[in-house]
């Protein structure tokens, strides 16, 4: 599939001053500012393609914010190049913004003492959308969202869930191509959370290319079909969710209530994560080793057991090995 994004080396350095402590270094530093240098994307390179959602990770303080803001054309970059759809997001900024859409989850786009109906009238009129096309999106929006009700009160009285709903029709009204997403869901109840995302897939599924920033990994599991992780403005993976979900190896994680405790766990090709008590156990099971099946039929032999669930390694184990694992090359 086509090339829809292309970042080439791109770097953000951010000059930052280093303040002295006590008073004799807060008078040298009115005079004599040292320069302390912040390197907050550090030669990241990625594309995305077209039609795809993009998740991209990383720890706080990662770049995450700052790759989005350099993409959006809202910040400089320091050097490399960022191509979108044939863009340089900094250059030809009117044409460009009518290519986009972005909802960053910390700020609002709606003004905040009319309706976001009226919000989402002017956008109409600054992005040249015709009658017919605002009425029928629109309408199609609201009814998926079921916003309804609420688009007739004044932003500031809404709540979050409602806001954000509000905040993506708006981004959406003159159908953007390629929608950026920083924390879309932050804050969000989980009925809220699961709205934002089956409104992100239906508009995915309309060929919207999504490139989403989260510390939300239910998002990355649901929706990304790539992800990107950045840690200390490094690119640390890049590659498809199926291919994130294997970095560990094969493995499923097995909780156990046992009847009896066991003296030890020594059976081949699994190992003991972690002891809650005597008799609550949780193993790993590495199924290039050991089949499910042979598990399950070696785990009888040894051990009785009240109860047992089985389960994918969870995300943030995962990713967390990843985090530290960059850490200690
Ligand atoms: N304007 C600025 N001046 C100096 N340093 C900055 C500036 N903006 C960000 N930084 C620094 O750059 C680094 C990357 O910040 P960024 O906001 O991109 O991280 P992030 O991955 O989005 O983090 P979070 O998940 O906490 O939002 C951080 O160390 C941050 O302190």
Known sequence: MANIITVEHLIKKYETYKKGSGFKENLKSLFFREKVPVMAVNDISFEVKKGDIIGILGPNGAGKSTTIKMLT?????TSGTIDVMGYNPTKN??????????VFGQKSQLIWDIPPIDSFRMNK?????????YDE?????????????????????LSLGERMKCEFIMAMIHQPK?????EPTIGLDVI?????????????????TFILTTHDLEDVEQLARDVIIINHGEKVFDDSIENLRKVLGAKKI???TLQRPLKQWDIEGS??????SELNITVSVDLDQISITDFMARLSDKCAFSDISIKEMPMETIITHIYQSKKEE
Do not use: W
């Open 73 to 77: 054309g809202t910040l400089y970059p």
């Open 137 to 157: 999106r629109i309408n199609r929006m609201a009814k998926l969202f079921e916003v309804e009700d609420f688009i007739t009160r004044p932003t500031r009285v």
């Open 178 to 182: 390629v929608v950026f997403l920083d």
């Open 271 to 276: 190992s003991l994560l972690d002891k809650e």
């Open 125 to 133: 009129a600054i992005y040249g959308v015709s009658n017919k096309d």
């Open 93 to 102: 900024r009117k044409s460009y913004v009518h290519q986009i859409g972005a």
């Open 192 to 208: 809220a959370k699961q709205n934002i995302r089956e409104f992100i897939k239906e508009m995915n599924q309309e060929g919207t």
């Open 254 to 256: 097995v909780q156990l």
